[in-house]
């Protein structure tokens, strides 16, 4: 039973570039979230894709866009990336109506 | 809007020994709390969850207690050991069909040999 999966690992960008980074949830989980984790800080929300629509957003500009796909994957894209966007991005699935959610191993995004 | 507050920031314990990290949240609606284990450089790892109709869930070393009338939850880890030194996260939400988890700050844990 394949967990979370994400891609890249690693990805290293300039300020003012974009980035896609991908993510293919736990086997019959439908719904994916999107968490930053700034490093020595919790895991930050920003959105969470069900049905292949953005149900709820966390506390981040328009400049984070996601996406879900039929299979239930989901990518998310951060533009005109900041100084501040490094971080660990980490997806999480859970399957809808149960609550319990287990995160990807990440993929840390290092922006200079 | 919801609010979860853990602590301590950061706790040492000898190997053996018990160690008990508390999480109080600010909205009576919240109904799940899981508690998250994360080791230097990974993924964050569910340990236990509890569900607001229950007031404490084992699974061998590892405990959680809720009082929902104070608003507040803690992780038990009994018979430390080595492997337990990780930074734990809690959380909490409401629902289970819009949900979004509401975390702590995380508790960095250090077993002493």
């Known amino acids: 039973d394949a967990g979370v999966t994400q891609s890249p690992t690693h990805l290293i960008k300039t300020r003012g570039q974009q980035v896609t980074l991908r993510c293919s949830p736990k086997?019959?989980?439908?719904?994916v979230s999107w968490y930053q984790q700034a490093l020595g800080q919790g895991p930050q929300f920003i959105f969470q894709y069900y049905e292949e629509e953005e149900r709820q957003r966390g506390n981040f500009p328009d400049r984070f866009s996601g996406h879900q796909f039929p299979n239930y994957s989901s990518e998310l894209n951060v533009n005109a990336l900041l100084l501040g966007d490094s971080a660990l991005y980490l997806c999480?699935?859970?399957?809808?109506?149960?609550?319990?959610?287990?995160f990807g191993p990440g993929t840390r995004l290092t922006v200079t | 809007g919801e609010n979860v507050e853990q602590h301590p920031s950061t706790l040492s314990v000898q190997e053996g020994d018990s160690a008990v990290i508390k999480c109080t949240y600010s909205d009576s609606a919240s109904n799940y709390f899981p508690w998250y284990k994360q080791e230097l450089g990974k993924r964050p790892q569910l340990i236990i969850d509890?569900?607001?109709n229950v007031g404490e869930k084992k699974d061998q070393r590892i405990a959680v207690t809720l009082n929902k009338t104070a608003k507040h939850f803690s992780l038990h880890i009994t018979e430390t050991q080595p492997e337990d030194s990780a930074v734990y996260f809690c959380?909490?939400?409401?629902?289970?069909?819009?949900?979004?988890?509401?975390w702590g700050a995380g508790t960095k844990l250090i077993i002493k040999p």
């Open positions: 959380a909490a939400s409401k629902g289970y069909r819009e949900y979004q988890l509401i």
């Open positions: 509890i569900r607001s």
């Open positions: 999480a699935s859970s399957l809808e109506g149960t609550g319990s959610v287990y």
């Open positions: 086997s019959g989980h439908d719904t």
